[in-house]
């Protein structure tokens, strides 16, 4: 790319952001400026079932005067895989506290957002197991977003204090503490009307490192945005773990208009407009490696990172007289990319090479020091994407190239694997796959001696779990 198209591109780029940050300013306005909110509920989501006797019995409401110390609401949108650990997290602190101090009394409310997986049927096995009276689960008939969700929570809740909290487990659950802490040096009561909110500020600097210039850029953008809006003296708007008293939840989320990505900043926004007492502290913020974002209301969401990490990379010799090597590289998952960069300088890095996701036909274990095999392949868990070079799924199932990866422990490769192979579910793939290397002129796997012939192995069904165990077909380089 010459400086002019350069100059061109940056134009292009400006200009498509200053449109988007426009557009979402006229939308956001719009919402916030409606004087009163259109709140739907559908008549089958007042209810709630007791597992136990699978009877249907009314939520209570918001406007009523509290009857427990807390309530948990948990907003969760195709979460089976990740609800169970968020909610062992959860209960095991909270059953503690109770044992700890019997006066303490609490609730966990699930919402199920329109989920289309099992995630009412894993929270309804929750309810089942501690009781209705601790875990109520409430079904939405659609997907309202985060933000609705979470209201129809607080207007079926009983607690004297509100807290939401992300199904997927990404805030440390113990650290409740310290929002607890922080609200009763902030209100006296619960009838003061007060917010405190888990901060993941404290970690910026530390997760810039790892942060592409664009998703830097856009997080930048986006606090200029909050920061028009009003919302001032906070510095983490976004972090899913706020506390709310009973009376400053019941005034806030009636005024919300915002139902899904961004309602937390309308939130903050009303609760600063209003006078109403607000702080932030420091959470731990706990990585889930497994998860893939559901939220699909930006375009950005494309370049939102799934899953990231450090790996030995097999160079692929894609010119002839390329010598092989393995280096450190990290690696960096989105939907649309596999991307990797190298390692030498984590603030001034520099890609290396991606892979387009659409591209993507093998994702399997791999056998690199076998007999016949690399005599220099590093110690690791290995296995290989194989994929063509294509800008369009196309119904293509042969690969034209491999990327042999070394994860550094097995746990770390299954993930990996399970991940892509999600992500990657709609593409076509390839029937076969060769299990060792080109080397020497012939695959170490088979001895087959030509590179286009058809692989030794049948390739995995990608819903099926990857197959770990130390086998011939799950080889541990050593």
């Known amino acids: 790319m010459d400086f002019a198209e350069y100059v061109k591109f940056c134009a292009f780029v400006g200009s498509a952001l200053s449109v988007g940050f426009l557009l979402g300013l006229f939308i956001i306005l719009k919402y916030m400026t409606t004087p009163y909110p259109r709140i739907l509920r559908h008549k089958e989501e007042k209810y709630y079932t007791d597992p136990s006797t699978k009877e249907q019995k009314n939520f209570p409401s918001i406007e009523d005067e509290a009857s427990v110390d807390l309530t948990v609401i948990v907003p969760a949108y195709n979460e089976e895989s990740r609800l169970g650990k968020m909610l062992d997290e959860c209960l095991e602190y909270l059953r503690k506290r109770h044992s700890q101090t019997p006066a303490f009394t609490f609730e966990v409310v699930i919402v199920s957002d329109g989920s289309s997986d099992k995630t009412t049927e894993v929270a309804s096995k929750y309810s089942l197991e501690h009781g209705s009276e601790r875990v109520r689960v409430l079904p939405l008939i659609e997907n309202r977003g985060k933000g609705g969700a979470v209201r129809l929570g607080v207007q079926s809740c009983r607690g004297r204090y509100i807290l939401f909290a992300d199904a997927d487990g990404a805030t440390h659950f113990p650290d409740y503490a310290k929002l607890e802490s922080c609200m009763k040096n902030l209100a006296g009561s619960a009838d003061e009307k007060a917010v405190v909110i888990g901060s993941r500020a404290h970690l910026e600097q530390e997760s810039i490192a790892q942060r592409s210039i664009f998703r830097t850029f856009l997080m930048y953008g986006f606090h200029t945005l909050v920061w028009t809006f009003g919302v001032r003296g906070i510095r983490d708007t976004q972090c899913g773990f706020k506390l709310f008293t009973r009376s400053a939840a019941r005034v806030l989320f009636q005024l919300m208009h915002v139902e899904r990505w961004a309602f937390d900043v309308e939130i903050l926004f009303l609760a600063q407009a209003l006078g109403m007492k607000i702080d932030e502290i420091a959470a731990v913020l706990c990585y889930t490696r497994e998860g893939i974002w559901h939220r699909k209301t930006?375009?950005?969401?494309?370049?939102?990172?799934?899953?990231?990490?450090?790996?030995?990379?097999?160079?692929?010799?894609?010119?002839?007289?390329?010598?092989?090597?393995?280096?450190?590289r990290w690696f960096e998952l989105t939907r649309q990319f596999l991307s990797y960069f190298d390692m030498e300088n984590i603030e001034k890095r520099r890609e290396r090479g991606r892979v387009?996701?659409?591209?993507?036909?093998?994702?399997?274990?791999?056998?690199?020091?076998?007999?016949?095999?690399?005599?220099?392949?590093?110690?690791?868990?290995?296995?290989?994407?194989?994929?063509?070079?294509?800008?369009?799924?196309?119904?293509?199932?042969?690969?034209?190239?491999?990327?042999?990866?070394?994860?550094?422990?097995?746990?770390?490769?299954?993930?990996?694997?399970?991940?892509?192979?999600?992500?990657?579910?709609?593409?076509?793939?390839?029937?076969?796959?060769?299990?060792?290397?080109?080397?020497?002129?012939?695959?170490?796997?088979?001895?087959?001696?030509?590179?286009?012939?058809?692989?030794?192995?049948?390739?995995?069904?990608?819903?099926?779990?990857?197959?770990?165990?130390?086998s011939k077909n799950s080889m541990l380089i050593s």
């Open 298 to 328: 930006m375009g950005e969401r494309l370049y939102d990172i799934i899953k990231s990490g450090r790996m030995t990379k097999r160079s692929q010799n894609k010119k002839r007289f390329t010598p092989v090597n393995y280096k450190s």
């Open 356 to 470: 387009n996701i659409k591209g993507i036909r093998v994702v399997e274990l791999a056998s690199l020091n076998v007999e016949g095999g690399d005599p220099i392949a590093p110690e690791g868990y290995p296995f290989q994407i194989g994929y063509c070079e294509t800008t369009d799924g196309g119904s293509n199932t042969e690969t034209q190239y491999t990327l042999y990866l070394v994860a550094n422990s097995e746990k770390e490769r299954h993930e990996w694997i399970k991940v892509l192979r999600t992500v990657c579910d709609d593409n076509p793939k390839s029937f076969r796959y060769h299990l060792g290397l080109w080397h020497g002129r012939k695959w170490s796997c088979c001895r087959g001696v030509s590179k286009s012939s058809l692989g030794c192995q049948v390739t995995t069904n990608w819903s099926a779990e990857p197959n770990n165990n130390p």
